[in-house]
């Protein structure tokens, strides 16, 4: 059972989703007073389906999105050292890939045999799409053939936006962590990593116009809060910080004071980044005393001592 509360008068009614009406949108009346408000069927199927997966479990996976529309912002590289160094400290670590260009598994130096697209289509289920990648880190794998699924889910008549987190609710337990990629753009996909995730981690290159990218996915955020409400942006990440020049020091200091709390550490330029993913391997195995690996330690730290969000 779901909980809808009337925006008039916020009386509680319990509803079961599963007995709404296959439309987008349905409207409820409040037992109270008599208020007709419109509900989101699919989204009150997938709190549904996440309290199912969570139920039985103590602990659930910190599910965390690392997200921005503009490209080439250091996302991957991002998610691919988070994933590692939380693996490395001892947490179960689940990073899934959902950029057609399947960077992931080409840093970690892995050529799965499966991923995301056969979770989706349903060919497979989580458990046989996982790849083990590193000790307690795992990879469910993108790829080109996530174009298709992208169709498939665009075709859907209703609770598109939900097909990422039906397919992945067994797993809330199964991790400590789940660290999402995503592509550039925003597009279908995208959304249902949102409607997934319970935290974002927005990366920011110290370079051209990044405060224009970011306003713009702030919108298009806040678009999909009205519906995720518990979705938070936890971290913005300033990334190629250029110690040498002053441009960059400029925009970290803009973007301190648009995002005190959320701000970290930077990312110092590195050209060890540049060098490791065609080696398959971490900044921490290919470059372990550089400074790249240095600061993604600290952001390991940052992000292990702030609370989930409940
Ligand atoms: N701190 C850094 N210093 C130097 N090079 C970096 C740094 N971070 C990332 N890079 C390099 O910059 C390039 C882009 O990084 P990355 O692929 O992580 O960005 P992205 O946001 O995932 O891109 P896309 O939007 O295309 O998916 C890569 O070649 C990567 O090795
Ligand atoms: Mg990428």
């Known amino acids: 059972m779901s909980v809808l509360v009337c925006p008039r008068c916020s009386r509680k009614h319990s509803v079961n989703p599963e007995k709404l009406p296959v439309a987008k949108v349905v409207f409820a009346r409040c037992k109270a007073c008599a208020h007709k408000f419109p509900v989101q069927a ?59 260009q399947g960077q992931s598994s080409y840093m970690l130096g892995i050529k799965p045999e499966a991923g995301l697209t056969e979770l989706l289509t349903g060919e497979l289920t989580a458990e046989e799409a996982i790849t083990s990648a590193r000790k307690n880190l795992w990879l469910l794998g993108g790829g080109r053939s996530l174009a298709g699924v992208k169709r498939i889910i665009d075709k859907k008549a209703f609770g598109a936006e939900c097909t990422l987190s039906e397919a992945m609710a067994s797993q809330d337990s199964q991790f400590d962590f789940i660290i999402i990629d995503t592509s550039p753009g925003w597009d279908q996909l995208t959304v249902n ?37 518990d979705l938070t ?53 290919f470059a372990p005393t550089s400074r790249g690996a240095e600061d993604y330690r600290e952001l390991v730290r940052r992000v292990s001592d702030t609370k989930a969000v409940a």
């Open 193 to 229: 990593v949102l409607f997934y995730s319970s935290e974002i981690l927005v990366p920011v290159a110290l370079e051209v116009m990044p405060l224009h990218g970011l306003s713009e996915f702030m919108k298009s955020l806040h678009s999909i809060q009205k519906y995720r409400a």
């Open 42 to 100: 699919a989204q009150l199927r997938c709190i549904q389906a996440e309290k199912a997966a969570t139920s039985n479990c103590q602990n659930s996976a910190r599910k965390i999105c690392v997200t921005l529309s503009k490209g080439g912002v250091g996302k991957t590289t991002t998610a691919v050292n988070l994933s590692a160094a939380l693996a490395l400290a001892g947490f179960k670590v689940l990073l899934v890939d959902t950029d057609t």
């Open 233 to 285: 942006l936890n971290y913005v990440l300033p990334t190629f910080m250029d110690t040498r020049v002053k441009h960059p020091q400029h925009i970290y200091a803009q973007l301190r004071e648009l995002y005190g709390a959320q701000i970290c550490k930077p990312i110092r330029y590195d050209a060890a980044f540049c060098d490791a993913p065609s080696y398959g391997k971490t900044i921490f195995e």
